[in-house]
T-cell receptor, first 110, second 112 residues
Framework: KQEVTQIPAALSVPEGENLVLNCSFT??????LQWFRQDPGKGLTSLLL?????REQTSGRLNASLDKSSGRSTLYIAASQPGDSATYLC?????????FGAGTTVTVRA | NAGVTQTPKFQVLKTGQSMTLQCAQD?????MSWYRQDPGMGLRLIHY???????DQGEVPNGYNVSRSTTEDFPLRLLSAAPSQTSVYFC???????????FGSGTRLTVV
């Protein structure tokens, strides 16, 4: 069974600082790994999708890396803004199923 | 293109009642799935479907039924609601295993 862990559980930083969010998974036979953002009381918004054959994926200030052999992915958010405050979830895809971490709740202080 | 649409957004049920959570997508996605999100437990897979007429159980299927008669729709049925089924339910869809999933906005269910 795939187990996904996210560290840290919560993070508070001043505006402008770079964010580093970590995700680890136990079964390296993944199809891809997806990062989501969730605002309080809302649904999941997809941020980045990294295929198992890729090392990284970038979108604007967001960059996600994937090291499948070690079972790790990292989401980098450059020059954080108060609007980046949310919970970030990673999900590993195996056999038509997503396995989620518990999330990292980020607060960016103005 | 509405994406993944879930109805209702909120629902309160009494213990023992039954109901159906609706999920529809207009992206011609083959894969659809239901998750529940509980504090401290994260998102857990209830049931999933890889195409019309094909469904399978996820991690927490007890107390729920699904069917997939069309590509577009994937309803989740609660047979006899219990307080333990109080949760936020999300429906998701994907074109295939290599593409990412799109999530609906969720249904917040309370069973009293």
């Amino acid at each position: 069974k795939q187990e996904v862990t996210q560290i840290p559980a919560a993070l508070s930083v001043p505006e402008g600082e770079n964010l580093v969010l970590n995700c680890s998974f136990t079964d390296s036979a993944i199809y891809n790994l997806q990062w989501f953002r969730q605002d309080p009381g809302k649904g999941l918004t997809s941020l980045l999708l990294i295929q198992s054959s890729q090392r990284e994926q970038t979108s604007g200030r967001l960059n996600a890396s994937l090291d499948k052999s070690s079972g790790r992915s990292t989401l980098y958010i450059a020059a954080s803004q108060p609007g980046d405050s949310a919970t970030y979830l990673c999900a590993a895809s195996n056999d038509y199923k997503l396995s989620f971490g518990a999330g990292t709740t980020v607060t960016v202080r103005a | 293109n509405a994406g993944v649409t879930q109805t209702p957004k909120f629902q309160v049920l009494k213990t023992g009642q039954s109901m159906t959570l609706q999920c529809a997508q207009d992206m011609n996605h083959e894969y659809m799935s239901w998750y529940r999100q509980d504090p401290g437990m994260g998102l857990r897979l209830i049931h999933y479907s890889v195409g019309a007429g094909i469904t399978d159980q996820g991690e927490v299927p007890n107390g729920y039924n699904v069917s997939r008669s069309t590509t577009e729709d994937f309803p989740l049925r609660l047979l006899s609601a219990a307080p333990s089924q109080t949760s936020v339910y999300f429906c998701a869809s994907s074109f295939n295993q290599g593409t990412g999933y799109t999530f609906g906005s969720g249904t917040r269910l309370t069973v009293v």
